[in-house]
């Protein structure tokens, strides 16, 4: 998104604050949808006994831990520090924009779906889908950062989940 753009959609969200305070709401509830879809799935598991719990902590732990350090290292800036303007949602964090810590997180809990339980990977497939681009428009990342996360949680979910 260029700077000129960024700027234009934030004025909008600005002027509207029902469509802002929508846009935050659904932010929030499709990444808490997400977690809590991970969590009711290892509680599942550990309750039953099942013996793919293992797979299902140490994969997206993985993934999560070897994302976040990557991110250190890579350090990016977000959009509202490119383009000196406050997020949408006030974030003030600098760095750590690539890639998006919520699309790679999101991605390798619904590869992690994908493989338990498909009806609900694919339900969470298009949660996912649907969050990527809210992260743009909140301000807190570039698209090259959720593609990225998208593409870093998923193709190494499905390594640990399908390949290993």
């Known amino acids: 998104m260029t700077e000129q753009r960024y700027h234009a959609v934030q004025a909008w969200f600005w002027a509207h604050p029902a469509a802002l305070k929508t ?22 598991l550990l309750v ?3 013996s793919r719990l293992w797979r299902v902590i140490i994969v997206p732990a ?3 831990g070897s994302g ?3 991110r ?3 350090n990016f800036p977000r959009p509202y ?7 949408l949602d006030n974030k003030e964090r600098a760095g750590q924009s690539f890639p998006s810590r919520h699309m790679f997180s999101a991605s390798v809990l619904t590869v992690c779906a994908l493989w338990l339980w498909p009806p609900l990977g694919w339900g ?32 190494l979910g499905w390594l640990g989940f399908f390949v290993l």
């Open 23 to 44: 846009l935050l709401w659904s932010n929030k509830l499709l990444s808490d949808t997400v977690y809590l879809a991970y969590l009711a799935m290892t509680a599942a």
């Open 48 to 50: 039953s006994g099942d």
């Open 62 to 64: 993985v993934v999560f």
């Open 68 to 70: 976040s350090v990557l």
């Open 72 to 74: 250190r290292w890579l």
């Open 81 to 87: 520090e490119v383009y000196h303007t406050p997020s």
């Open 124 to 155: 969470m497939a298009g949660i996912t889908l649907l969050l990527a681009p809210l992260r743009v428009l909140v301000g807190v990342h570039f698209i090259r950062d959720v593609a990225a996360g998208v593409l870093f949680g998923g193709i």
